[in-house]
């Protein structure tokens, strides 16, 4: 579904429309594969499947600039939630039409439509103190230290809202979690270790991580993913499984993430998870997080060994203990 946002003057003089293309879309579908054909594979799966049917809930918007038949730029937004939760994503202009003021036109028309829209939190990745990372500056998002995380936030009481504790549900993840696993894994609080499968310390962003799970399970090479679902659709835990690469698949390995205010409930998303999968599942975790200790313990983990000084935090040291479960092939 095409929407006309706004028409504006190039610094070329040219005329350029700016348009929200709302997957799915058969208009266009194949211009905007084509423009956006250098993401490669796994990026272009989502937007292949969902130019063609809504996949999974998730909303992607391809925010675009055309002149006349030719597309010079685009911004595009992936989100969860009818009040919506997003990632910005995919924002490129191709060399020849750089400097012309066509980026910054595009990611201004995507603000004002997000807010408009509802949008309560968007997230981006970028280089941090590039070009780039000043057009988004200037369009109300804030970068987090120098990461090239940057958020933006037009609902002021986000965090206090979003994340109250609510009722929770446990299910495999779908298309419609990618923006908010994002936010999920950028809060300030909780686990400094949120997934050895991933490698994320602290906080961080799961974009990226999130496309490739996808295709990996897609491909058999990750087992499960579940999520925690709070009554108002905020996804406030993950858990993963799969084999091992380090240890050639013989053993297999657990990743979940909490968020602080649903500790109570963690071990519901760990018991709605097959563990049972590999003969010996391992888990990692830090000796100064007794709530996770306690979720594994509680569906049949215990420490096994730990490894002293294993991650830097600031100046200081972190220690990590393997938590592990055997089964009776074992």
């Known amino acids: 579904m095409k929407t006309h946002l706004r028409s504006m003057q190039l610094k070329t003089g040219e005329t350029m429309d700016i348009f929200r293309v709302s997957a799915p879309d058969e208009e266009f579908r194949e211009r905007i594969l084509a423009f956006l054909h250098h993401k490669g594979q796994p990026w272009q799966i989502p937007m292949e499947q969902n130019l063609d049917a809504e996949l999974e809930g998730l909303g992607q918007h391809f925010y675009i600039g055309v002149i006349g038949e030719e597309i010079v730029g685009n911004a595009s937004s992936v989100e969860g939630l009818e009040r919506p939760v997003g990632i910005l994503q995919h924002v490129f202009t191709p060399p020849a039409r750089r400097r012309q003021g066509i980026c910054s036109a595009i990611i201004r028309a995507y603000a004002e439509d997000f807010d408009a829209r509802g949008g309560r939190a968007a997230y981006l990745h970028t280089g941090y ?192 203990t393997i938590y592990a479960a055997k089964w009776e092939s074992y």
């Open 129 to 320: 103190d590039s070009p780039a990372y000043h057009i988004y500056k200037a369009a109300g998002f804030v970068g987090y230290l120098d990461t090239g995380i940057m958020e933006r936030f037009p609902d002021p009481h986000f965090h206090e809202d979003f994340w109250a504790p609510r009722p929770v549900t446990v299910r495999d993840t779908r298309w419609a979690d990618w923006a908010l696993l994002d936010a999920l894994f950028g809060i300030g609080d909780g686990w400094f270790l949120r997934s050895i499968y991933g490698r994320h310390w602290g906080r961080s962003g799961y974009e990226g991580q999130y496309v490739n799970n996808r295709k990996e399970l897609a491909e058999g090479r990750l087992a499960q993913m579940k999520v925690l679902e709070a009554e108002n659709g905020a996804v406030v835990g993950l858990a993963q499984l799969g084999p091992d690469p380090i240890f050639r698949g013989d053993t297999w390995l657990l990743d979940f993430f909490v968020h602080p205010n649903y500790y109570g409930e963690g071990e519901r998303l760990l018991a709605a998870t097959d563990l049972r999968r590999g003969a010996k599942v391992q888990c990692y975790c830090e000796p100064t997080q007794p709530e996770k200790a306690r979720m594994l313990e509680a569906v049949g983990f215990s420490a096994e060994t730990t490894l002293p000084r294993q991650v830097r935090l600031g100046e200081a040291w972190l220690d990590l």
